[in-house]
Structures are given as C-alpha cells and as structure tokens.
C-alpha cells in the first residue's frame, strides 16, 4: 500500500464520501459526540430515519464512524491539517496567517526605518506574498469542508 493509499489518506474515500454521505459525516464531525439516527435525520433534513441510517452504516463500512451506546461516534478522522477547539474546526493555517500579519504589524510600526530600503521592501513584501498564500490555503481548506 502506497503513502497516497494509507488509511489515513482522504483521497480513498473520494469515491464514496460525496453527497448526503460526506453531509452525514461533516454533521457528526461538527457535533463532536456521538448522534443518533434521529438527531441526523432531523437536524439535516433528512426524508426519513431509514434514510439516515443507511448513510450512518456506509459511513460505517467504510471504516469512519464505529457504533457506540449512544449512537454513532467519529472514529477515523479525514480532514488534514485541522485542529478542533470545542466545536469550532480551525485550519492550521490559520496559525500562519496570525503570524504572518504579527509580522507585518512589527515590521510596519516598531521596525519602519525612517528612509525606505530595498531590504525592508523586500521584506515586507515576501511577508506580504506569505500571508496572501496562507490565506489562499485557508480558504481552500474551509471550502473543502462545507
């Protein structure tokens, strides 16, 4: 088994982790605790609990999610780069873009020099080009899990 198949790897689960699926398991991903069908199907709009219950056991085939006394929990976890505080899921990315715009705000109040050199310019705008990157891939990151 190649690095690009492992387990671990989301593009395995490409094929079978799309639509009201990839939904049921973004839901439970956000909740953060375990769901019953019910809470699935009502929260999502689901036509009916059997509808529900067949995407919870796919999930489950594939590995995903295990049964628990309390319903359904996560148990393999697909998204990259992500770190999950409470309920909010934050890219690590994020952690870049703080930086990054830390720098700019040192480098344009503490470190201006007071004539313009080729070496601030140029430090401000690699700085500059990082952030607008980190902030791409952020945003690239997010529009996966939606």
Known sequence: MSASESPESPDIYDASLKGTTYKVYRYMYRAGKP???????????????????YHLKKLLRLGLVKEVPEGYAIDKVIYE????IGRVTIPFQAAYIAFFAACILVLVTFLRPGVLTYTYVFALGAI?????VSLYETWRTLTRLK
């Open 35 to 53: 769901v019953r069908v019910n809470d699935v199907q009502r929260d999502l709009g689901l036509s009916s609990p059997s509808v529900a219950q």
């Open 81 to 84: 780069n992500m770190v999950r």
């Open 128 to 132: 500059v080009v990082a952030l607008v």
